[in-house]
């Protein structure tokens, strides 16, 4: 039998298509399910007649692969990539090669990349982004690993992933061991937070000005002519002009507003937690989807308190302009929050994360693809060393030209009662990068009274830690630990 280029496990629609896609690009493909009827309906249908091969063991995924072996598994995120790296790696030689193409935490990757090194063998855990349409077509890939590994799949890689200008690649190596799911998870960060600050959009489109889905649809349609253009402005446009067939409302006003999540979201705002990053708009983003997801409470609350009952009485189109504006800002800061995050994270885990790159594999395939990434990877071309997007010119300039209305924007959401967390909070965090002076001198004031944390003296040398007794009271025992 003839040995095939890459094996891979796991056929639900992101495995299928990213198998079609391999193979459409000339690639040769086994095929292994738990479950092996999968594979069976599989090959009978959309692999009918293609160079792709169904097995039905893992001994025979990988008696068919070519050396070093290539295993790319797609299957749920935790214990079952684990499971499955337990039934690999003993039928694997020297250099074979483990990739987990899934969701996964960051730190399960950096443990199981030491683990499968340590049995001699090569791991990868690659972010893949564009849902099952771009694993089709061409997704984002964003891998990390073992960097030995790179050279033997970054042909196949490339090949499958989206273009951009150019026909360059959205896929390039970013790091060892977890860096790839890391960036991964930064994308699946600002994602939560892109798609909230559309719905605050729409909100107060709705809400305030009272337009109609259809009216937004065409709104969104402008917008995506032009700065914003981007995929997400993209789908909203078309969700909000979508009628449902049973009742002939619009399809956006028969779907509970209860939004889910998987994860990527909470992880994101845990890094930046853990890292000591200030990523607000991203978090304000997860907790909007917790408080969407408490409906009942909602309802019985909505019953007994009462908001501020303004009627909007400006000038509309003049607030369209103003609210796409907001939008554009806060979406700047949003990523800006992101860039820190990484960076912060390249510093912690001793990455070389190349940020105009990663722009790059932003720019196609994936979910957050927007014409403004571009102006992310010229930044970073122009200064590698850029500390936040906020003081590259461009930026810089955007948000000189915005915000103004961006203020009035928020404040109008405040007059009306309509909740805005990611304009508001991105808002606050430029308000806060921009400041000399905060008022955390009170803050570590506050400290050192109770927990004699102690605090430095913006007339002394940084570094040197002093105690006051307030009180007349306390003695001279301080705190032995201090972090900013």
Known sequence: MEQQDIGLIGLAVMGENLVLNMESHGFTVAVFNRTTSKVDAFMAGRAKGKNIIGCHSI???VAS???PRKIFMLVKAGQPVDDFIELLWPHLEEGDIIIDGGNSHFPDTIRRTAYVESKGLLYIGTGVSGGEEGALKGPSIMPGGSAAAWPHVKDIFQSISAKVEGGVPCCEWLGDNGAGHFVKMVHNGIEYGDMQMICEAYSLMRNVLGMTPQEISEVFSEWNEGELDSYLIEISRDILAKVDDETGQPMVDVIMDRAGQKGTGRWTSLAALNLGVPAQTIAEAVFARALSAIKDERLAASEKLAGPGTTFSGDKAKF?????????????CSYAQGYQLMRAAAEEYKWE??????ALLWRGGCIIRAQFLGKIKEAFDKDPGLQNLLLDDYFKSAIENSQLA????VATAVEHGVPVPAFSSALAYFDGYRSAVLPASLLQAQRDYFGAHTYERLDKPRGEFFHTNWTGRGGDTVSTTYNV
Not at 320 to 330: E, V
Not at 353 to 358: A, E, V
């Open 59 to 61: 001994e025979e995924l």
């Open 65 to 67: 692969l070519k050396r």
């Open 320 to 332: 369209l302009t103003m609210l796409q504006k907001a939008l554009y800002a806060s979406k700047i």
């Open 353 to 358: 994360l190349k940020y105009g790159d990663i």
């Open 406 to 409: 961006w203020r009035k924007v």
